[in-house]
């Protein structure tokens, strides 16, 4: 008895790993991503096979300000703090890579793809890609479309001030995204030649979008697609949500997930009566939100002053073939690992180490197929709503990115702040029911894709 219980701690120590890495958006830190991960080891931790299976990763070196720096600097200095962490663990020991990806983590993340398996093949080509996952990713860079029937100046102000100032308040990382800098083509270039190609050997791509209440990335562009319903509609169509779910019967609560396929835009959701105080609250929720942009606005200013003198230095190193040079000395600490360093390791990542007798019945594999079959759609039809007025360089990019087959997810998260609410940032207890119900809802979609994977 006491030999079998060795035998299967040495194969579970010998076994290879699958690295999950989390990356986080604009002006994050590492702390974003910890809801993620713990939804993930909820939903692996009830399988025996993947027990000790999984490596979460969260750099923690480019956070705040340093996110500001432009998408191949910040993608660049996470493939290095990538490597450092593999190497004190052992590259040979993982043999699958897995990207998370939240807002802007998602477009470093395809940067950090396209690097890994062409420039630095040598070093990642060991690795299956089998996982790329986005929440709330402007994929399409941000643009902030009106309603052609609908006026609302005051609202149409707002949004034209931001499309102004917005790419200046985020350093090179905001005019990527604003696609403003006519020398300037990173998104572009994310959707082309080895960068798509890359991402292409994923076996699976899922990207998460809020359909409400997301006023840093819309709809259309983390759903990578040239409609927007709720844009038109000025939000208000009538939603359907999915009423059957793969996750019912296993999660408290079911995420509010939409089928699109069920959206009329001569459907407009039931009118609720207000309460009396309800003007008084949004008056003062704006007088607050008034008091905050200012001292937000000038901190925005010292960064992007701060990430302008950097970013010079940093994109002269990258011009001048100085990255890669560094990424492979890190090779020379390959089979150094001492004790006290996998030590070291062990505070830095976390393992699954919980483990419940289960596996996937014929049933869970039948609605997971239908939910996956649906939502792999290339384009589900939207024709009936007007599209959206892109520009060249937003067409191609959405041309390039539906080459590849994407299982889209639109989401709605009750809260004020949706961008925040759909990674749960506040934490998984903190947050509105939705934010955790989807992440949970992600993650198990995520554990039978894996389980899918090694299937076949």
Same mark, same amino acid.
């Given at each position: ?49 993947? %027990?000790?299976?999984?490596?979460? $990763? @969260?750099?923690?070196? /480019? #956070? ?6 432009? =998408?191949? *600097? ?18 040979? %020991?993982?043999?699958?890579?897995? $990207? @998370?990806?939240?807002? /802007? #983590? ?6 950090? =793809?396209? *690097? ?341």
């Amino acid at each position: 008895m006491g030999d079998s219980k060795v035998e299967r701690n040495i194969m579970t120590l010998n076994a290879k790993k699958h690295l999950f890495v989390l990356i986080h958006g604009l002006w994050g830190n590492h702390t974003n991503m910890i809801s993620i991960k713990n939804t993930l080891e909820m939903a692996f931790s009830t399988s025996t096979d993947y %027990k000790d299976e999984n490596v979460y $990763f @969260i750099p923690q070196g /480019m #956070g705040y300000f340093k996110t500001l720096h432009g =998408i191949e *600097v910040v993608g660049y200095h996470l493939i290095i703090e990538l490597l450092d962490f593999m190497t004190l663990y052992g590259i040979e %020991k993982f043999d699958r890579i897995s $990207f @998370i990806g939240y807002s /802007m #983590g998602g477009l470093v993340s395809r940067f950090m =793809i396209g *690097v890994m398996f062409s420039e630095c093949r040598e070093i990642f080509r060991h690795l299956k890609p089998t996982i790329y996952m986005t929440f709330a990713t402007p994929h399409l860079g941000v643009q902030y479309y009106f309603p052609k029937d609908r006026t609302h100046p005051a609202k149409k102000a707002a949004l034209s001030f931001m499309d102004i100032i917005g790419p200046h308040l985020s350093g090179q990382s905001g005019r990527q995204l604003f696609l403003k800098n006519e020398d300037d083509d990173t998104l572009v270039r994310l959707t082309e030649a080895h960068f798509l190609e890359t991402l292409g050997q994923f076996k699976y791509r899922i990207c998460i979008a809020n359909v409400r209440n997301d006023f840093t990335v819309a709809f259309y562009t983390s759903y990578i697609t040239n409609y927007d319903p709720f844009i038109e509609t000025d939000n208000k169509i009538k939603y359907t949500f999915e009423k059957a779910l793969p996750t019912d019967g296993i999660l408290e609560r079911s995420p509010l997930i939409v089928d699109m396929k069920m959206l009329d835009p001569k459907q407009e959701k039931p009118k609720v009566k207000r309460p009396w105080y309800a003007a008084l609250t949004r008056m003062t929720i704006m007088v607050l939100i008034f008091l905050i942009i200012f001292p937000v606005f000038f901190v925005s200013i010292a960064g992007s002053i701060y990430s302008y003198t950097v970013t010079t230095l940093l994109h002269n190193n990258i011009t001048r073939g100085e990255i890669l040079p560094t990424i492979r000395s890190k090779l020379s600490k390959r089979n150094t690992i001492s004790d006290v360093e996998e030590n070291k390791v062990d505070e830095k990542i976390i393992l699954n180490t919980q483990s419940t007798p289960s596996t996937a019945s014929d049933k869970d594999h039948t609605t997971w197929e239908q939910f996956i079959r649906k939502y792999s759609t290339d384009q589900i039809p939207l024709e009936h709503f007007p599209k959206l007025p892109f520009d060249s360089k937003r067409t191609t990019m959405v041309q390039n990115l539906n080459k590849l087959s994407w299982i889209r997810i639109p989401i709605y998260i009750k809260a004020p702040n949706a961008h925040e609410g759909i990674i749960a940032r506040n934490g998984l207890t903190r947050s509105h029911f939705t934010s955790s119900a989807g992440l949970q809802f992600a993650a198990q979609l995520v554990h039978y894709l894996v389980y899918r994977s090694d299937e076949k």
